[in-house]
């Protein structure tokens, strides 16, 4: 059997352009978003729930008003009608500088150090950085790209479509336990402790404890650095957490379980404080699609299990109860006495309720 399957995924590309061009971007993205709202205010004074009839109501006119090629209308038209399918009940507005849709009529690159596209004015090449990772995929673009302004920098995510993997075949699970103190636990013993981390986050936090209580313009700004550096930090982690464990998972021929953990902010008001704050400042989402689309690339297949009591059960008798886990990393069964780290008990647990929903079957295998 021959598998032939594509994901898409995104590469972010730096545009260099220079004093003026960095202005007639800043102005492309602006007259474009003034035309998405005047495209939307009419989608909505209209009730228009299609982009065809949206496009005879607004088409030239906003192509002349706003001095926009055809296809730049398109793609506005296209802009607004996206946002009303998320959210009908109220008219949506856009920021000036928010995302701008190109696509291949619009759009071209020109090998690996200039690409050509529209702005208000007419075609103009650009100057771009790229990395190794980025170098190595964009042979693969297609589609659109979408134009955005960061931080006073414009880039350009465009779409990649990666080929994946035939998938593995399985004959056991790799129990995943998202954690706070250990960022990762897993089945087979291993831990991704926090502890760096936590104190990397700790240093940004004073850091921007002091920035912000002078003020000054200098501050702000070195305050905006800080939260790029820590943002990237934070990303890196999840990265190398996320290929490991996919790594290990194929390598073992085992599914990769994890925990369904929607809502857990919400589920988190029960914890104190201090465990709140490092919930809510830990891109745990982030670490989970990682984990998705590497494991989709890799044909390693990905599970979710209900994540009730997972961190009370006894991963060897079962026994459930509020007081097996004594403290945040220790977890001690009142019914058998099983001692281990708490994190690892969970992910232990997790694998061996993957075998309820789906079952495998292996000689060789051993739930414990």
Known sequence: ?????????????????????????????????EACNDIAKVARANGTTSKFDLQKLVYHRVKSQYSLTAQAVIRAIAKVMEAYKRDRTKL??????????YDQRILRFKGLDTVNFWVLGGR?????????????????????????????????????????????????????????????????????????????????QRRRSSLQKRGTKSAKRRLKNISGKERRFKKDVNHRISKKI???????????????????KER?????????????????????RFIEYKAELEGVEVITIDPRDTSRECSVCGHTSKENRKTQNLFKCVS?????????????????????????????????
């Open 92 to 101: 949506c507005k856009f920021k000036p500088y928010s995302a701008m849709v």
């Open 124 to 204: 103009q090449d650009f100057a771009i950085i790229l990395g190794g990772y980025q170098k190595a995929r964009m042979d693969r673009v297609k589609g659109q790209a979408d134009l955005i302004y960061v931080n006073k920098e414009f880039y350009l995510v465009a779409v990649v479509e990666s080929p994946t993997k035939p998938p593995i075949e399985t004959d056991d699970f790799l129990g995943v336990d998202l954690g706070i103190y250990n960022l990762a636990a897993d089945s087979s013993g291993e831990r991704f402790s926090g502890k760096k981390v936590e104190a990397v986050r700790r240093s940004y």
């Open 246 to 264: 996919v790594e290990k998972a194929k390598g073992t021929s085992s599914a990769i379980v994890l925990e369904d953990l929607k809502g857990i």
């Open 268 to 288: 988190s008001k029960r914890l104190g404080k201090f465990l709140r704050s490092l919930i809510g400042v830990w891109a745990f989402d982030e670490l989970r």
């Open 336 to 368: 058998c006495g099983h001692v281990e780290n708490a994190d690892l008990n969970a992910a232990r647990v997790i694998r061996k309720r993957a075998f309820v929903n789906k079952p495998i079957v292996a000689s060789n295998l051993t739930v414990a």
């Open 1 to 33: 059997m021959i598998y032939i399957i594509n994901m898409k995924t995104a590469v972010k590309i730096k545009l260099l352009p220079t004093k003026e061009q960095h202005k007639l971007l800043k102005d492309t993205l602006r007259v474009f978003n």
